[in-house]
């Protein structure tokens, strides 16, 4: 079976523009999370969906970023505009809720860096 | 506030050693997952423990869950060079609809 796909795997973009990370979770799932990791503070928790519906988005920076979940197949995070401090790795997960332990299985990350 | 504390933050051995890495809180958590994280990579999934005084065997790794549900444990038997990575649990609590994480454990196991 697919694990979560994301993509790009690595992005480059200069301050000001607009970057758009994509994320299919696993079949099934009907839980999905966007994280940042950085050296500096760790695994963040940016904004979680449940039946495609955002239920948490209290980790979202500021509003410069933005996600959707248009159908339980796939995500999108959106930053506009960009800048310097956004570099980061960003990870999508998805777990099956109702499972009652919360595992999540995250993708392999898209690597963000912006110049 | 820090939810979940991991300990030691950085650990660096030999291979052939043993150790352990703790993950501990104030709250109770209704299950908690201890995940691997390799350079370049997503955590992976290592183990869930529910219940109070759990332990769990995954080959030379050892996971225990506190008796109170506060605190977990990874203990690894003769480090291999394999198991270098980021360590990371994360706790859920009842009805939460999300796990938290700690800042992870970065083990180095030298050749």
């Known amino acids: 079976d697919a694990g979560v796909i994301q993509s790009p795997r690595h992005e480059v973009t200069e301050m000001g523009q607009e970057v758009t990370l994509r994320c299919k979770p696993i079949s099934g799932h009907n839980s999905l999370f966007w994280y940042r990791q950085t050296m500096m503070r760790g695994l963040e928790l940016l904004i979680y969906f449940n039946n495609n519906v955002p239920i948490d988005d209290s980790g979202m920076p500021e509003d410069r970023f933005s996600a959707k979940m248009p159908n339980a197949s796939f995500s999108t995070l959106k930053i506009q505009p960009s800048e310097p401090r956004d570099s980061a790795v960003y990870f999508c997960?998805?777990?099956?809720?109702?499972?009652?332990?919360?595992?999540?299985?995250f993708g392999p990350g898209t690597r963000l860096t912006v110049t | 506030t820090q939810l979940l504390e991991q300990s030691p933050q950085f650990l660096s051995i030999q291979e052939g050693e043993n150790l352990t890495v703790y993950c501990n809180s104030s709250?109770?958590?209704?299950?908690l997952q201890w995940y691997r994280q390799e350079p370049g990579e997503g955590p992976v999934l290592l183990v869930t423990?529910?219940?109070?005084?759990e332990v769990k065997k995954l080959k030379r790794l050892t996971f225990q869950f506190g008796d109170a549900r506060k605190d977990s444990s990874l203990h690894i038997t003769a480090a291999q060079t394999g198991d270098t990575g980021l360590y990371l649990c994360a706790g859920a609590r009842t009805n939460a609809g999300k796990s938290t994480f700690g800042d992870g454990t970065t083990l180095t196991v030298k050749p």
């Open positions: 709250s109770v958590f209704s299950s």
């Open positions: 423990v529910v219940t109070g005084g």
């Open positions: 997960a998805s777990s099956l809720e109702g499972s009652s332990t919360y595992e999540q299985y």
